[in-house]
């Protein structure tokens, strides 16, 4: 079945790199856009970066902007989220989510998360 | 940066009533980039309503979005156990691609 699975999160300092990861299974993965989004404890969602299907075109929230960076390997189902750079403020449930078909910017199917802790 | 401003925060109603949601953006948005997601606890966001009226594969009836412009509406006809949870409302522009709303607790009366 259609199925999102991150890992790669944990504790890190502040300063410190984590690389998170998204293993895709149960569809055609390079005929979609990926997203990451977070949640901080407690709170709403933020939107943190998406990739075209071809990975060839990437954005990302200014607040992540110049130290996250967003890829993927079509080869092996996989997205990957780079954070270099981790501050308190980072700390959140990472999601990797699909854009549906048709170009309506709306998230069908999301992993279950993986926690990110940034902390001394 | 459109800003989404939803209302109320927090909502206490019975199973059984009626629920209305409102998500307020800062600028005008376009109706086929307005969607809302529910949050269960300790579960991943579920798309509910794409299109600001169209419902996502597998969403009951109940559920049922409206509007456009600068104000949206998600509308629970009859609320179930399950649906007591959190509601998101979402945008996408060309920048800051997307943003969402704070949310909106459904809550047991």
């Known amino acids: 079945q259609v199925q999102l699975v991150e890992s790669g999160g944990g504790l890190v300092k502040p300063g410190g790199s984590l690389r998170l990861s998204c293993a895709a299974s149960g569809f055609t993965f390079s005929d979609y856009y990926m997203t990451w989004i977070r949640q901080a404890p407690g709170k709403g969602l933020e939107w943190v970066s998406y990739s075209t299907g071809t990975g060839f075109t990437k954005f990302y929230a200014d607040s992540v902007k110049g130290r996250f960076t967003i890829s993927r390997d079509n080869a092996k189902n996989s997205l990957y989220l780079q954070m270099n750079s981790l501050r308190a403020e980072d700390t959140a449930i990472y999601y990797c989510?699909?854009?549906?078909?048709?170009?309506?910017?709306?998230?069908?199917?999301w992993g279950q998360g993986t926690m990110v802790t940034v902390s001394s | 940066e459109i800003v989404l401003t939803q209302s109320p925060g927090t909502l206490s109603l019975s199973p059984g009533e009626r629920a209305t949601l409102s998500c307020r953006a800062s600028?005008?948005?376009?109706?086929?980039?307005l969607v809302w997601y529910q949050q269960r606890p300790g579960q991943a966001p579920r798309l509910l309503i794409y299109?600001?009226?169209s419902r996502a594969t597998g969403i009951p009836d109940r559920f049922s979005g409206s509007g456009s412009g600068t104000d949206f509406t998600l509308t629970i006809s009859r609320l179930e156990p399950e649906d007591f949870a959190v509601y998101y409302c979402q945008q996408y522009s060309t920048s800051p691609a997307l943003t969402f709303g704070g949310g909106t607790k459904v809550e047991i009366k």
């Open positions: 989510a699909r854009r549906q078909d048709g170009n309506n910017w709306a998230f069908d199917v």
């Open positions: 299109g600001a009226s």
């Open positions: 600028q005008s948005v376009s109706s086929s980039y």
